[in-house]
């Protein structure tokens, strides 16, 4: 599927969100229903997706989305969603727009990968929010790596009490997580990928759902 994916689009080495959770999907990891929408096409109607909506605008060459302010959450009707997709297509540098169904809120995690100048690739795990940004609480492994290694690799972190169920929460599908973190070692263990990035993983009590993501394929 990755080698498809690559050769298909031969020379090049960085790709939109839509394109990558398209890869992602045909993985059997679950994206969010949306529409890419380009500079050069009409937005649809009626939509073929469920309101509320996000936007997002979508380039190569926009760095962070949240910077720009080209990420909006809860769009509730036709309207909106045309103020909102003409409004995020004069964003300098935009190539286009992705219109997405809003996801249920859940547990957000990250999963990763990079290529280490000293261990070759790696797997890289967290929890989302201030986890990531303010305690640094990621987790790093070796790939390829087996359903073994993915669970321990989680345990690592210091948030792995909300994964199983913490002040009267349900408990989260580690094994769905577990499935996705070896998906992405096995990426990873290709030696085609540079890194890859899924940020955030809304995970559930059954199933996580991937937010965001880029990829980055070794040219």
């Known amino acids: ?3 498809e994916f690559i050769e298909k ?7 939109l969100e ?3 959770k398209g890869l992602l999907k045909a993985m059997g990891m679950s994206v969010p229903e949306g529409v890419f929408i380009g500079k050069k096409d009409i937005i649809p109607s009626p939509m073929p997706l469920n309101f509320p909506l996000v936007v997002k605008v979508s380039s190569l060459r926009i760095a962070s989305k949240s910077d720009v302010k080209g990420v909006r959450l809860g769009i509730r009707d036709e309207n909106e969603l045309k103020d909102t997709v003409y409004e995020f297509m004069k964003i ?4 286009g727009v992705l219109v997405e169904e809003m ?3 859940g547990v957000e995690v990250i999963v990763g990968g990079a290529v280490d100048k000293q261990f070759g690739p790696v797997v890289m795990f967290g929890i989302g929010g201030v986890f990531v940004e303010l305690f640094k609480d990621v987790a790093f ?3 390829p790596m087996t359903t073994d290694d993915a669970q321990w690799l989680i345990r690592q972190v210091k948030g792995y009490r909300l994964l199983e169920g913490y002040r009267g929460k349900p408990a ?5 997580l577990v499935n996705m973190i070896v ?3 096995e990426m990873m263990a290709s030696n085609l990928i540079e890194e890859i990035d899924l940020n955030p993983i809304a995970l559930y009590p059954k199933g996580a759902i991937v937010l965001d993501a880029k990829m980055k394929i070794i040219s």
């Open 1 to 3: 599927m990755l080698k």
């Open 9 to 15: 689009n031969k020379g090049r080495n960085t790709f």
């Open 18 to 20: 839509h394109e990558v």
């Open 92 to 95: 300098e540098n935009a190539e």
């Open 103 to 105: 996801a249920a809120q």
């Open 141 to 143: 492994g070796l790939v």
């Open 172 to 176: 989260a599908d580690i094994d769905g």
């Open 183 to 185: 998906s992405i070692s």
